[in-house]
T-cell receptor, first 116, second 111 residues
Framework: DVKVTQSSRYLVKRTGEKVFLECVQD?????MFWYRQDPGLGLRLIYF???????EKGDIPEGYSVSREKKERFSLILESASTNQTSMYLC???????????????FGPGTRLTVL | QQPVQSPQAVILREGEDAVINCSSS?????VHWYRQKHGEAPVFLMI?????EQKGHEKISASFNEKKQQSSLYLTASQLSYSGTYFC????????????FGKGTKLSVIP
């Protein structure tokens, strides 16, 4: 059973804290993504990575950074958490362009982050 | 730029049909449809590729009009299990890896 897992389902942090959200996929996918989901705004892309140590900014990268040291793991980092980063964070992975695994993007269960 | 989905929300009785539309201002290579149930991850329904055929999944099917950069999702004889939020994700191709998602359409099926 293919899977994308995220380290926490719920997380509560204080303003100014450094926050790490971890994502692991077991499908050997090259592409990994971080989205945030807010009511009425849909899924918005924060960052993505198409290979180890490679990263690209998405639509809303401000206030976030990412790390991909291993193919299966993609981390989202909030350097100094703020209340406006309270949201649901979804990780996803997708195979290589041209491969069958490119057609379907798999999502993790999400991490609901609350910043107080 | 996010594709535009319509309607934003729809309520159906079991057995009724619905259409959800997705429109983009950019030329598209493919359109992906996902369904997300409350508290769960989005789940892939189907992909429509440029030059491809209309797809179907049980009583859910979709079309892709490349010239208009539009896709429609058709849900026929709706069941309670169809409730959830439907997202379209668009891919402009040209070597891009990312999907850009619409804001979603909330579908509620009631007995």
């Amino acid at each position: 059973d293919v899977k994308v897992t995220q380290s926490s389902r719920y997380l509560v942090k204080r303003t100014g804290e450094k926050v790490f959200l971890e994502c692991v996929q077991d499908m050997d996918h090259e592409n990994m993504f971080w989205y945030r989901q807010d009511p009425g705004l849909g899924l918005r892309l924060i960052y993505f990575s198409y290979d180890v140590k490679m990263k690209e900014k998405g639509d809303i990268p401000e206030g976030y950074s990412v790390s991909r040291e291993k193919k299966e793991r993609f981390s989202l980092i909030l350097e100094s958490a703020s209340t406006n980063q309270t949201s649901m964070y979804l990780c996803a992975s997708r195979g290589l362009a041209g491969a069958e695994s490119y057609n379907e993007q798999f999502f993790g269960p999400g991490t609901r982050l609350t910043v107080l | 730029q996010q594709p535009v989905q319509s309607p934003q929300a729809v309520i159906l009785r079991e057995g009724e049909d619905a259409v959800i539309n997705c429109s983009s201002s950019k030329a598209l290579y493919s359109v992906h449809w996902y369904r997300q149930k409350h508290g769960e991850a989005p789940v892939f329904l189907m992909i429509l590729l440029k030059g491809g055929e209309q797809k179907g999944h049980e009583k859910i099917s979709a079309s892709f009009n490349e010239k208009k950069q539009q896709s429609s999702l058709y849900l026929t004889a709706s069941q309670l299990s169809y409730s959830g939020t439907y997202f379209c994700g668009t891919d402009s191709g040209a070597g891009s890896y990312q999907l850009t998602f619409g804001k979603g359409t909330k579908l509620s099926v009631i007995p």
